[in-house]
């Protein structure tokens, strides 16, 4: 994969050290915001980049996608969640570029989706 940005938004501590390894093993700069406002006030992805966040509430996945509609190229969306993905898919239905990893992960699962999210983006 050529090396591109992430930002992750994820309030746990532990789990942004380890993605941050995880990221930095595969060649991606990584920013890191433990809520999904402190992304939107901070964070400037580029049209290349992936967001991928761990959200807990319908309202903060429709606050980050309303946020990237604002934005003039859309970033892919990688959403971590509990929730079903099947009830998220529906309530999604339309949306571009979002995936849905259900929690808890695998890192070949993450693997796919970031191959994915990078298809079509200048990956390798």
Do not use: H, N, Y
Not at 41 to 64: E, K, V
């Amino acid at each position: 994969m050529t090396p591109l940005a992430i930002i992750l938004v994820e309030a746990d501590p532990s789990v942004s050290d380890a993605f941050q390894a995880f990221a930095q093993a595969l060649g991606f700069a990584l920013t890191v915001f433990e809520t999904v406002d402190a992304a939107i006030a901070g964070a400037r992805p580029p049209g290349t980049g992936i967001i991928i966040a761990d959200l807990a509430t319908d309202a903060d996945i429709r606050r980050l996608l309303t946020w990237r509609g604002t934005l003039s190229v859309c970033p892919a969306i990688i959403l971590l969640t509990a929730q079903s993905p099947a009830l998220l898919r529906g309530r999604l239905a339309g949306t571009r570029d979002v995936q849905i990893l259900r929690k808890p992960l695998a890192a070949t699962e993450i693997l796919d989706a970031l191959r994915a999210a990078t298809d079509g983006r200048g990956s390798a």
